[in-house]
């Protein structure tokens, strides 16, 4: 089931598999976020800085559920876990934000294992109903339980932000994001993204041919944490502020699953390009349908375009870039 780098297109010597089109469209799509700011509003770009969180939590759930199989509903519980042990850090402690971020990506990692770690042991429907069970247990928990720290209902403000300014915010957000898409996409094109894959595809047969499953499942869920609480913990300390009853809200679990679907699971690229999509079409909707109606809409065309491409966003550029350079398909799969 695992198998050698070569199937994806590398050559000797090439144990990823990377070939010229993979630097050069990379190098555009650097280029082009970096300059986007000097071509759109201030108002777009926060949008944009929206997009960019939503593709970080994204890519977080590509890189367990995607590749393994295994559905989160409570990817939330790690993102709050991120965003709320920072938040309390640098304003009840005092601890400086370049402490109080590796320390949450550290908590988020460490309370992860601890709660769904046993849940690993349980396979389909059910790991996803108690994902979704920690996720609401921990939102009544954050505003009953400690309330001096947590701020309880209301949440906390005035937490410390790292900028200031919707271009310094913009540019913060990107480079955390195409760090993060450039790493894990990186790492998913290695023998051990395969195996992930070939978890999610057979998991008796990834345990037959000697591999432990449980270690697989294990580091894609550390990997996945580290990814939530790093983007939770920036995102806190670039809103300022942290309410139990947006982070652990239905429709945003349901949008970083839609992103990631939409966009083309278990590609690390189909979810920022599903974030971005999705991002604007609650944006544009918004004018029209400024209550909760729009999610109803958003959702009805994430579902249609879900149902004519399967695979995602992604599979219909991969089918045009395909027809660009015949046989590049071959090497451009994540």
Known sequence: MVHSANNYGAGPGNALGLRWFHFALWAVFIALMMAIPEFVSKGTLRTIIFANFLAIFAISWDVLSGRTGYISFGHPFLIGIGAYTSAILTKRFDVPVEIAIPAAVAMTMIGGIIVFLPALRIKGSYFALVTLAFMELTYQLVQVIRPDLTGGTRGMSGVQTLTRGAVNGYYLSVSLMLAVALSM??????????????????????RGSGLSTTKLKLFAFLTSAFVAGL????????????????????????????????????????????????????????????????????????????????KGIIELLRRGWNAIIPGANNGARS
């Open 231 to 310: 983007g939770g913990a920036f995102y806190v300390h670039y809103l300022g502020s942290i309410a139990p009853r947006a982070l652990f809200d239905i429709n945003f679990l349901f949008t970083i699953i839609v992103a990631a679907l939409i966009g083309g699971a278990s590609t690390i690229i189909g979810p920022v390009i599903g974030a971005f999509f999705l991002t604007f079409l609650l944006e544009y909707l918004r004018p029209y349908l400024p209550g909760a109606e729009r999610y109803f809409v958003y959702g009805l065309i994430a579902l249609l375009l879900y149902m004519y491409e399967p």
């Open 185 to 206: 996409w990186l790492l998913m094109r290695t023998q051990l993204g395969t195996a992930l894959s070939a978890v999610g595809m057979n998991e008796e047969s990834v």
